[in-house]
Nanobody, 126 residues
Framework: DVQLVESGGGSVQAGGSLRLSCAAP????????MGWFRQAPGKEREGVAV???????TYADSVQDRFTISKDDADNTLYLQMNGLKPEVTAMYYC?????????????????????WGQGTQVTVS
């Protein structure tokens, strides 16, 4: 199984920034579909940003232009740069990975289709 390890969460004031990282020692990210998801207490897990099979990106409307997903294939690390943080983004953030199927990756709206998940990193904005 692919083991994913998130880091970089924390508590910040509104307007601040955080950079989340997701490492997968021993695996190559360039062969997997990757994305970031979040879950707030009492709410369903929702997509934040994902890569498609061709390397394009899709963002949730609520984070467009403030969050940036990126990855370093050499270091097998996925990133989520979060700027202009607002209290409503407070949640546990998870990275997810999935082997592509017939050159397709799961969409941002389909977290259940991702097979591998990290343990999560808490982001709190006040």
């Amino acid at each position: 199984d692919v083991q994913l390890v998130e880091s970089g969460g924390g508590s910040v004031q509104a307007g601040g920034s955080l950079r989340l990282s997701c490492a997968a020692p021993g695996y190559t990210y360039d062969t997997y579909c990757m994305g970031w998801f979040r879950q707030a207490p009492g709410k369903e897990r929702e997509g934040v940003a994902v890569f498609d099979f061709s390397g394009g990106t899709t963002y949730a409307d609520s984070v467009q232009d403030r969050f940036t997903i990126s990855k370093d294939d050499a270091d097998n690390t996925l990133y989520l740069q979060m700027n202009g943080l607002k209290p409503e983004v407070t949640a546990m953030y998870y990275c997810a990975a999935d082997p592509p199927w017939e050159s397709e990756c799961p969409s941002i709206g389909a977290p259940a289709e991702f097979d591998y998940w990290g343990q999560g990193t808490q982001v709190t904005v006040s």
